[in-house]
């Protein structure tokens, strides 16, 4: 593989690695605010803004998530066949669904770029009684989705380096 392919691996790699060890202590800071909720609405009035700041968390935390668990391959794999298969056969495979992937992601942050501009122009806010902007969690959204573009992209050329014989 030429050199800039085994240096954008190595940077994608880097960059998801270290923001995917950050946001795996935003389950700690769910956990915290669903602890508010309940103490709140035992011991005082009920904070309206609770819940939708723990429904924001958990976003965060699997969207930012995502590219790290993909990178580690902790994701999902149906592997009625996947495991009889030669590391070579696997990365073709994988090759092909990155593939699919790719354009999936790609329309995602189409459509999120689309929401966000939306969301800013229109100061669009949430309907409820806290009625927090939209456009703060909408942009983490398209930020993890060209995260998880990037991670993919990584992993196609690591997977094109496999099928040709060679490691990254």
């Given at each position: 593989m030429p050199g800039w392919a085994r240096a954008y691996v190595r940077w994608v790699e880097g960059l998801n690695y270290r923001i995917g060890r950050i946001v795996i202590y935003l389950l700690f800071v769910m956990m915290a605010i669903l602890l508010w909720s309940s103490i709140s609405k035992t011991f005082f009035l009920p904070s309206l803004w609770t819940l939708e700041m723990a429904q924001f968390t958990?976003?965060?935390?699997?969207?930012?998530?995502g590219p790290y668990s993909m990178q580690m391959g902790m994701h999902v794999r149906m592997d009625l066949l996947y495991s009889r298969w030669t590391r070579r056969q696997r990365a073709w495979v994988d090759?092909?669904?990155?593939?699919?992937?790719?354009?999936?992601?790609?329309?995602?942050?189409?459509?999120?770029?689309?929401?966000?501009?939306?969301?800013?122009?229109?100061?669009?806010?949430?309907?409820?009684?806290?009625a927090p902007l939209m456009w703060p969690i909408k942009s983490l959204m398209v930020l993890a989705g060209v995260l998880m573009l990037l991670q993919a992209i990584a992993c196609l050329i690591r997977d094109i380096a496999i099928t040709r014989g060679e490691e990254i």
């Open positions: 958990l976003v965060a935390y699997y969207m930012l998530g090759a092909f669904t990155i593939v699919a992937l790719l354009v999936y992601l790609s329309v995602f942050i189409w459509g999120g770029i689309s929401s966000t501009t939306y969301a800013l122009e229109y100061n669009e806010r949430s309907y409820s009684a806290w």
